[in-house]
């Protein structure tokens, strides 16, 4: 079928097969009709407003060995820090009393925070009436339990790529089906579950791709965040290709098409690549964004990827005011809500 049919049929009907995605991936002549019929969809079924979470980065320790990744623990050009439990709490009252709805828990796979340390640090930050998002790795599944039963609200962890063997290549020593078991076992304790993918990992295919997003269809994901892969000099996919918004844009519009009353952020990798990168964004199927309230010092050491803390420079405050003003300068409101997956669409 023609891809401006086969977007036609996506938009009515929010289903596509593997082989019409991929050719949606590579046909380059219809982004613009892509990006425009994701807004309308997302415009449908999330309407205009945009949910701000704010994000804590709360420890740069991470066990993992993620190749991609400035957090992996053979990195030793980056200094370590952690936030005590009581450093965490204050930054999530500042985010309260600046009008968040949600806190962004998210950090490296740091041993330290044990359920008996994160257990108190959940039931008191749910005092503050915020949902809490957690976004700390693969645990237990009775971690994940009790994170629950002491309130955690909502839970990120990304699939990262569903290409078993590409994700056993960039991830030593991790077990893909440990990862699924993990998102399985989210959903069903009742998390609101978000994951998401890098785009532009060196031999990921535009197959892999397209089978991602049938991924996240059939997890019935609430949210997925996802963003373009960023070479960072300190590991060892350094010398990889130059990153490009593009492909990640497309990836994601795809995906409010098929899903289209989830979240979906605008990523700070977007915003990285393209000093209006998550604009754009919003313009192409995106709903929220998640601005950093981390300490300027601390956020610089949560070093993912190159040029990651120019992208929301400034004082908390100041950052979340001139943003809500680009909001409504792009014709979009910000959410006074908690802005939970409200599901308007069922998959038959
Ligand atoms: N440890 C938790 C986990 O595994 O979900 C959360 C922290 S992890 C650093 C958060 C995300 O950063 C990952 O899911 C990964 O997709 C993203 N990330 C890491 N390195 C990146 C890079 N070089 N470019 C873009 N995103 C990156």
Not at 119 to 126: D, E, I
Request: aromatic share 6%.
């Amino acid at each position: 079928m023609d891809s401006l049919a086969l977007l036609d049929q996506a938009q009515a009907t929010h289903h596509l097969q593997e082989d019409d995605l991929l050719q949606l991936i590579e046909d380059q002549t219809i982004n613009d009709a892509l990006f425009a019929a994701a807004d309308r969809v997302r415009q449908k079924y999330v309407g205009n407003e945009v949910h701000l979470r704010a994000l804590i980065e709360f420890t740069n320790i991470c066990r993992n060995n993620c190749l991609y990744c400035g957090l992996q623990c053979q990195n030793r050009a980056i200094t370590r820090y952690r936030m005590d439990p009581g450093q965490v709490l204050h930054l999530a009252q500042q985010a309260a009393q600046y009008g968040y709805k949600t806190v962004v828990l998210q950090g490296g796979e740091d041993a330290f925070f044990t359920v008996d340390r994160l257990v108190p640090l959940l039931r008191q930050l749910k005092k503050l009436h915020l949902a809490v998002t957690l976004s700390i790795g693969e645990r237990p599944r009775a971690d994940y339990q009790a994170f629950k039963e002491a309130g955690a609200d909502r839970y990120l962890l990304r699939i990262e790529t569903t290409d078993q063997a590409l994700y056993e290549k960039y991830h030593p020593g991790m077990s893909f089906e440990n990862r699924l078991r993990c998102l399985r076992d989210l959903k069903e304790l009742g998390y609101e579950t978000g994951t998401g993918i890098l785009v532009g990992l060196p031999g990921q295919t535009s197959r892999s791709l397209a089978r991602d997003i049938l991924f996240f269809k059939q997890l019935n994901a609430d949210m997925i965040g996802l963003g373009p892969f960023i070479p960072n000099p300190d590991t060892p996919l350094k010398d990889a290709p130059a990153p490009q918004l593009t492909p990640a844009l497309k990836i994601m519009a795809l995906t409010r098409l098929l899903l289209p009353d989830i979240n979906i952020p605008a990523t700070t990798s977007m915003e990285t690549l393209e000093p209006n990168g998550q604009i754009k964004a919003l313009q192409s199927g995106a709903n929220v964004i998640m601005p950093n309230i981390t300490d300027e010092k601390q956020r610089r050491l949560y070093a993912l990827y190159p040029g990651k803390n120019t992208a929301a420079a400034g004082t908390p405050l100041l950052y979340r005011r001139q943003l809500e003003a680009r909001l409504k300068a792009a014709g979009r409101s910000v959410s006074t809500s908690y802005g939970g997956h409200v599901s308007k669409h069922s998959t038959p």
